[in-house]
């Protein structure tokens, strides 16, 4: 583990904190390129109305914009919790390198619990994948944040 990846997985959380704040699910995303942060986001699927607006899926978006190339070599995402299946193809197809996530989905997750697209050998392109980086705190937000929906 590099000496980063925890304060990478910080700052996703302070984006999954501001998606909380607001009545998303608190899931936050950064990508970090030659080892500063670049882009920040978190979710904004109900404030856009877009089944699409997972935080992985803007950071990149946003990353090919700022380095203006859709290939993101050289770029690790960093997200506060598993990928699902849209994300992780998304990674696969932007081409970053690494993805670092804090908490497993076993529902859901295309990053090793459910599925495995970063390292499909059927795909062309593989992603080093780093799993619980802050797992349990990443855990907390989902939890709180569905108990307090429930209540």
Do not use: Q
Not at 63 to 75: E, F, Q, S
């Amino acid at each position: 583990m590099s000496e980063y990846h925890e304060i990478w997985m910080n700052a996703a959380l302070e984006e999954a904190g501001k998606a909380a704040g607001s009545g998303e699910i608190p899931v936050g995303a950064v990508t970090v390129f030659e080892n500063e942060i670049l882009v920040r986001s978190h979710n904004l699927v109900e404030h856009l109305r877009d089944a699409s607006a997972h935080a992985e899926m803007l950071v990149l978006k946003k990353t090919a914009a700022v380095l203006d190339r859709w290939r993101l070599t050289g770029v690790t995402l960093v997200v506060t919790v598993e990928p699902c299946p849209m994300c992780a193809m998304a990674m696969v197809l932007f081409r970053i390198d690494r993805l670092i996530y804090g908490c497993s989905e076993p529902r859901t997750g295309a990053c090793g619990s459910l599925l495995n697209l970063p390292g499909n050998p059927a795909l062309n392109h593989r992603i080093e994948v780093v799993p619980g980086i802050l797992a349990e705190k990443s855990g907390k937000y989902l939890k709180d944040f569905f108990e307090l929906r429930r209540a």
